[in-house]
């Protein structure tokens, strides 16, 4: 995984619970960098299992709620650079007016965009299953199974776009593929 994740990762602990966690956190974790990561560097997927599964315990609390914290405070950061790098292709040529509008772009800016800068990474996609102005559904795959992450961006995204979605993720069909469906919220609900 790109070293920018762990980045994320060590300062979503250090902003909202303080660098003597973030200390705590990686001596617990295992890792044998001390937590230094260079954004584009390419690191071991159980460094960050380990560093997440440590993050957990020390905040006592279970590993899917901190990938869920995680992956919510995340989303506007990625999203910002995301739109940085690709200001003059796909996000100029598609219109990003919402969270419905950026999630089903998803498979494109991965497999079109990201895996051009990144060939030899590993990157979850997004199978469209069906949209309407009401709902979404896809399947979410990714070998690294974290489908909380993919849960708490997807938590960032609405609230990037500030808009209330009720976002339902179904059992795993297996440990790869999680079905969401994502409904936006009516007036009052």
């Known amino acids: 995984m790109r070293g920018l994740m762990f980045n994320y990762l060590l300062e979503f602990i250090e902003e909202d619970f303080g660098y003597g966690v973030v200390d705590s956190v990686i001596g617990a974790s295992g890792v044998g960098n001390d937590g230094s990561y260079a954004d584009g560097g390419l690191y071991a997927d159980e460094d960050l299992l380990s560093l997440m599964s440590a993050a957990a315990s020390v905040l006592n609390i279970s590993t899917n709620e901190l990938q869920v914290l995680f992956g919510h405070r995340t989303f506007r950061p990625i999203y910002e650079k995301l739109i940085t790098i690709y200001e003059n292709n796909v996000y100029k040529q598609n219109k990003i007016n919402s969270a419905f509008d ?18 030899e990474s590993i990157f ?17 795959c990714s070998k690294r199974n974290l489908p909380y992450l993919a849960k708490g961006l997807l938590m960032g995204c609405a609230e990037y776009f500030k808009e209330r979605l009720l976002i339902e993720m179904k059992e795993q069909t297996n440990e790869e593929e999680t079905y969401f469906i994502i409904k936006k919220a009516l007036s009052g609900s």
Do not use: A
């Open 124 to 140: 979850p996609y997004f199978t469209l299953l069906n949209r309407t102005e009401t709902e979404l559904e896809f399947m979410y």
């Open 102 to 119: 950026f999630i089903v772009m998803l498979d494109t800016i991965h497999y079109k965009e990201v895996v051009k800068l990144y060939p």
